[in-house]
Nanobody, 128 residues
Framework: QVQLVESGGGSVQAGGSLRLSCSAS???????????IGWFLQSPGKEREGVAT????????TYADSVKGRFTISQDNGKNTVYLQMNSLKPEDSAMYYC??????????????????WGRGTQVTVSS
């Protein structure tokens, strides 16, 4: 069964940190051979937008300008898990965060429609 499960969301004050986790089922890697995991956020009434991506075969990462220097995406291959470390959080970072997977030759796209599999999201709330 294809499955992506996000966790780690919560409520923090501005300047605080959270680490989100995206746990992927074995199917994604063994059968579908996903090699690109992306994190996206969506606020109420707004479109989903990309935050960061990681090309799992090379560890190459890409970040949205709004999070560069504050967020770090990483992976633990042994656990089939991708993390999003979020530091210096701002109220405008508040959103539902989703992870998604695709298989491709590159992994810099932050276009949601290009990703095939999605998790259900985890809520992040940053108070001022």
């Amino acid at each position: 069964q294809v499955q992506l499960v996000e966790s780690g969301g919560g409520s923090v004050q501005a300047g605080g940190s959270l680490r989100l986790s995206c746990s992927a089922s074995g199917y994604l890697y063994r059968i579908y051979r996903a090699n690109c995991i992306g994190w996206f956020l969506q606020s109420p009434g707004k479109e989903r937008e990309g935050v960061a991506t990681i090309f799992t075969t090379t560890d190459t990462t890409t970040y949205a300008d709004s999070v560069k220097g504050r967020f770090t995406i990483s992976q633990d291959n042994g656990k089939n898990t991708v993390y999003l470390q979020m530091n210096s959080l701002k109220p405008e970072d508040s959103a539902m965060y989703y992870c998604a997977a695709l298989r491709g030759d590159f992994c810099s796209s932050m276009v949601p429609s290009e990703y095939k599999y999605w998790g259900r999201g985890t809520q992040v709330t940053v108070s001022s």
